[in-house]
């Protein structure tokens, strides 16, 4: 009997129902509209959603933590598995086999372990973020030269801040070459040394915010040397570089005003100042003219012999000493040096003749000493010249001696070794030079 002929029992059913919905197997994509992830759970329970149906999802433990996707509300997914049914309660569930992040989800996946990874680093610490200048004289401006961002924040500097020079880089801030474009611009304007840079950009989905998102940009915007302010026009989203950046503001406007000080915020600090500096003044002023008037009541402002009156009349005490003493003084030292004067003309005439004598004596025995040992130093030379003179190969020659040269008229012959018959050489006598001819040779002592 066929199935459909007899009746079945509601497990049967469930069981017929459970073996045909496996059997299909299905990619499915969806808005996660609940999820339940609770301890000790052995699978994940969410609820996916398009608008018009919902369907409930069950995913084991460990395929869940092998996808590497936290769920949340809202999140787009796209799943692979099958239909089954839950025979205790009669209840269809989806069995979730695989899963990953589908479209915008996927793409706020990336951005979120991109952030964490960079944060891990250290990039987006309270700490390193830089204070702004307070009056910058030169602002760096990065963005789209065709986009409303530009005008916005030139229109807000005007405004405000007309003093500051802005240093323009216009790249492209969406597609494929954003990224390069946006780190080459900030270098660009980093060369020519601004107070600070602005990072603007209008709205647009989130695929358009990517760029903002990527790892170069935020690691240029950590590596810049100068404070950056991002104004990305994306309010419900807040992208890596704004995490990054020394300020976040919401919209290129907000950027500007960030960067750039009210206009009527300066004038009236200018104004506050220039109460302070005049009320200072006064206040230097009048203590100024208050000692003026404390000097002129001074005594010696008034007569002039205040001041010098008592040193002139020391001056005059010290005169009239001096002419009381000076006459007496210079008596005294008169009679003294007459004195002395007839001392040393007694005194001389005496003692004068012995140191006379003395001195004479004294010259005739150095002059004897002297004879006596120039005339021992004289014979000791002379003797050395004779021993000198006997010793020399000229005293040698004046007794009768002779030297023989060899051929070469420069060597000593010796021994008739240095010589052959019929050799010309060279007798030196005392006082002449013969030139010989070697007819025979024999050393003494020899035969024949």
């Given at each position: ?236 989203d807040v992208s890596i570089a704004d995490m990054v950046a020394d300020v976040r503001a919401s919209t290129p406007t907000a950027a500007a005003e960030a960067a750039s000080p009210s206009l009527e915020e300066l004038r009236s600090a200018l104004f506050k100042i ?59 030292d008169r009679h003294r040096l007459r004195y002395v004067q007839e001392g040393l003309a007694r005194v001389g005439g005496r003692t004068l003749q012995p140191a006379e004598s003395r001195i004479a004596r004294i010259e005739q025995d150095l002059k004897r000493l ?55 050489v060279s007798v030196r006598l005392s006082a002449a030079m013969l030139g010989c001819l070697v007819e025979s040779a024999e050393e003494e002592g020899s035969d024949g």
């Amino acid at each position: 009997m066929a199935a459909e002929d007899r009746a079945v029992s509601v497990s049967e059913a469930l069981g017929l129902a459970k073996r045909a919905l496996e059997s299909v197997r299905l990619r499915v994509i969806g808005e996660v509209s609940e999820f339940t992830d609770k301890p000790g759970y052995r699978a994940a329970y969410f609820t996916v959603s398009d608008g018009d149906s919902a369907m409930s999802c069950l995913m084991w433990r460990e395929h869940y933590e092998t996808s590497g996707v936290l769920l949340r509300c809202g999140m787009l997914v796209e799943m692979t598995g099958h239909f089954s049914v839950y025979a205790p309660k009669g209840r269809m569930q989806f069995m979730v086999r695989s899963l990953e992040p589908a479209g915008e989800g996927r793409l706020r996946v990336l951005v979120a372990e991109t952030a964490r990874r960079l944060e891990a680093e250290g990039l987006m610490r309270p700490e390193r973020k830089r204070p702004l200048p307070r009056y910058p004289q030169r602002i760096g401006l990065v963005t789209s030269p065709r986009g409303k961002a530009l005008h916005d924040a030139l229109r807000t500097l005007e405004r405000r801040y007309p003093l500051a020079e802005i240093l323009f880089a216009g790249v492209t801030v969406e597609g494929d070459q954003a990224v390069s474009a946006i780190v080459e611009g900030l270098r660009t304007v980093e060369k020519a040394d601004p107070d600070l840079v602005l990072l603007v950009r209008g709205g647009g989905s989130y695929e358009d915010l990517m760029p903002f998102n990527a790892e170069e940009l935020a690691r240029a915007m950590a590596a810049c040397p100068k404070p950056i302010v991002t104004g990305i026009g994306h309010e419900p989203d807040v992208s890596i570089a704004d995490m990054v950046a020394d300020v976040r503001a919401s919209t290129p406007t907000a950027a500007a005003e960030a960067a750039s000080p009210s206009l009527e915020e300066l004038r009236s600090a200018l104004f506050k100042i220039a109460r302070l500096l005049g009320r200072a003044l006064r206040h230097r002023v009048q203590g100024a003219q208050h000692e003026v008037v404390v000097l002129q009541g001074h005594p010696i402002f008034r007569e002039s012999t205040a001041l010098l009156g008592p040193s002139a009349q020391r001056i005059d005490r010290i005169a009239t000493g001096l002419h009381r003493v000076l006459p007496a003084r210079l008596e005294q030292d008169r009679h003294r040096l007459r004195y002395v004067q007839e001392g040393l003309a007694r005194v001389g005439g005496r003692t004068l003749q012995p140191a006379e004598s003395r001195i004479a004596r004294i010259e005739q025995d150095l002059k004897r000493l002297g004879r006596a040992a120039t005339g021992r130093a004289l014979e000791r030379v002379n003797h050395v010249r004779e021993r000198l003179q006997d010793l020399s190969p000229e005293g040698i020659l004046g007794r009768g001696y002779a030297i023989c040269f060899s051929a070469d008229g420069k060597t000593v012959a010796r021994s008739v070794r240095d010589v052959s018959i019929g050799d010309r050489v060279s007798v030196r006598l005392s006082a002449a030079m013969l030139g010989c001819l070697v007819e025979s040779a024999e050393e003494e002592g020899s035969d024949g």
